[in-house]
């Protein structure tokens, strides 16, 4: 199917309207994409016509609610190309399953240990992990990222033993762009008997992603980042892992016997899923990877690698020009800032010009802070930006730029 | 001048602007005209930190006027910084604990006053308050 962004962007209602009277050009992505209409139809259409409870009921409605949603754990499964579907387990996105994981990990991190995070990180697979470290003493360590947004490989290496019971790292950053080689990271890692983390983000958007090939123990992710609706998340646990692991929460469908006295819990992937689930958006986030596959995500890379490079390009025109994060390996996101500029002026007047970016710290306070920065403005890119866009983004910096000096 | 009237002269001088532009123009000058506060006053102590701009504020009390000074890391929060100093300070408490800041509104800044700008303008605005009501408390000692 050829790539024609007209025609991507006629799925995408949001995208068609005018705010402070312009057209709206969209590029916060990495903070949340779009939802095309095939995303939108299928949440509402569950709540028009399937709506019930998964798993206990025997009545019809209950049992089609149940087939379509153990379907699209299936679907979802087959997309990251999980060895099995058991291994999905539904969060409300990506914040939740490290968090679960950090829960459930509590046993196996004794005082003395170390978890090995990048300097890199979002917020939400930071803190989890340096809150464990705290409640079990054990020791944060921050591998480092160098001036041009690459980690420092060398340091995992070195930093590798006995005593480290885990290493965090994302797959792509959201403030730098860079897409860190979580292959090898895991192959490093498991040399030295160190199971692994991918906090996969920002990946699903934009790259392909096999748990498999990479080989990581966990990976996880939101849907609302890869064009699903907000409130539903994956984390990806092998079963080797996840069934020696003690439950997350307690109540309703992880309960297998249960009497005043005792309890025995479900099996995965049902013992991480407490409660009643967010069937809908399951089945919508199925349908967003089918969005996503059928336009494919090599075409999807191709086309928002070549937006990255005209904006890259274009903004280096304007004087004082730096941008933030120069891996080789870098997609989607742009962060940039420009001598004697406030970000938050340059986003204001952006917003003025119809143009939605991000400023701030993009909850990564310690490695914005570590380049000496006190924030940047960030554009990150979606298979439906246009190059008109990437012009208007561009005319927009440099018309905003104007006034501010 | 009573704020009031104050506040009627910032509404008169936006109203000649048709377009957002010379809005903005208008308050980038302002944010970048201002040295409105002594260098001394800009610390950790008189920080009102918001996530996306920082905001200096410095109170004091000349006779039964609280005079305000202040600054701001951005020049557009500056701008609106130097805004509300014009038409707040050099009054008193009663009178700008009696002011509903309304005119912002007026002149198309509200959404600068929105909590989740995180700029620092909505707490600057909470600390102005809290300064004038502890002169007040001050002055009927």
């Not at chain 1, 978890?115 to 003493?137: F, G």
């Not at chain 2, 006027?65 to 890391?73: E, G, I, L, N």
Request: net charge negative; charged share 25%; glycine share 6%.
């Amino acid at each position: 199917m050829p790539f024609s962004v007209e025609k991507i962007r006629a799925d995408f209602p949001v995208l068609n309207q005018k705010v402070h009277g312009k057209p709206l050009v969209y590029l916060d992505n990495a903070a949340t994409t779009q939802k095309p209409v095939q995303v939108i139809n299928r949440l509402s259409d569950y709540y028009r016509n399937e709506n019930s409870n998964v798993h206990r009921g025997v009545h019809l409605l209950s049992q089609k609610a149940t087939e379509d949603y153990e379907q699209a754990r299936t679907a979802i499964a087959n997309y990251i190309n999980a060895a099995e579907s058991k291994e999905i387990i539904f969060t409300r996105g990506t914040t939740e399953s490290v968090n679960l994981l950090a829960t459930v990990l509590e046993e196996w991190v004794q005082p003395g240990d170390v978890i090995l995070v990048s300097a890199m990180e979002h917020h939400s697979n930071l803190v989890p992990w340096q809150q464990l470290c705290r409640r079990r003493s054990a020791e944060l360590k921050i591998i480092p990222v160098d001036s041009k947004g690459i980690l420092d490989l060398e340091f995992l290496k070195k930093s590798l033993n006995p005593q480290v019971k885990l290493v965090a790292v994302n797959h792509i950053s959201n403030v730098l762009g860079t897409i860190n080689p979580v292959k090898e990271i895991v192959g490093l890692a498991h040399d030295a008997g160190v199971p692994v983390l991918i906090d996969g983000a920002q990946a699903l958007a934009h790259t392909k992603v096999d748990v498999q090939e990479i080989g990581a123990d966990f990976y996880a992710f939101s849907g609302h980042k890869v064009y699903a609706p907000m409130g539903i998340g994956v984390l990806y646990g092998r079963q080797t892992w996840m069934r020696r692991l003690p439950p997350y929460q307690y109540g309703g469908e992880m309960i297998d016997r249960v009497s005043f006295d005792e309890v025995t819990f479900n099996e995965l992937p049902y013992k991480y899923e407490a409660g009643t689930p967010n069937v809908g958006g399951v089945l919508a986030l199925e349908t967003a990877l089918q969005y996503v596959q059928k336009l494919g995500i090599e075409q999807i890379r191709k086309h928002e690698d070549l937006l990255l490079e005209k904006a890259t390009n274009q903004l280096l025109q304007v004087e004082g020009m730096k941008i933030i994060g120069k891996a080789p390996d870098k997609t989607a996101v742009l962060s940039f800032l420009v001598d004697g500029v406030h970000p938050y002026d340059l986003g204001t007047l952006l917003d003025q010009m119809g143009v939605a970016v991000r400023t701030g710290y993009h909850c990564a306070e310690p490695l914005i802070k570590q380049m000496g920065l006190s924030g940047t403005v960030r554009a990150s890119f979606a298979l439906y930006n246009s190059e008109e866009e990437v012009d208007v983004f561009t005319d927009a910096v440099k018309k905003a730029v104007n006034m501010l000096r | 001048m009573t704020i009031k009237e104050k506040e009627q002269s910032v509404m008169e001088e936006f109203s000649l602007f048709d377009d957002w532009m010379d809005k903005y123009a208008y308050l980038i000058e302002l944010g970048k005209e201002l040295p409105v506060i002594d260098e001394k006053y800009k610390d950790n102590q008189h920080l009102i930190s918001g996530c996306q701009s920082r905001v200096w504020l410095h109170a004091g009390l000349e006779e039964d006027k609280v005079v305000f000074t202040a600054d701001s890391d951005a020049v557009i929060t500056k701008g609106i910084v130097s805004l509300l100093i014009r038409v707040l300070s050099g009054h008193r408490p009663d009178e700008i604990l009696d002011t509903d800041m309304e005119f912002l509104e007026k002149i198309g800044l509200k959404e600068h006053l929105s909590p989740t700008r995180a700029n620092g303008l909505i707490s600057m605005v909470k600390q102005i308050q809290l300064y004038a009501k502890a002169f007040q408390i001050k002055l009927n000692q």
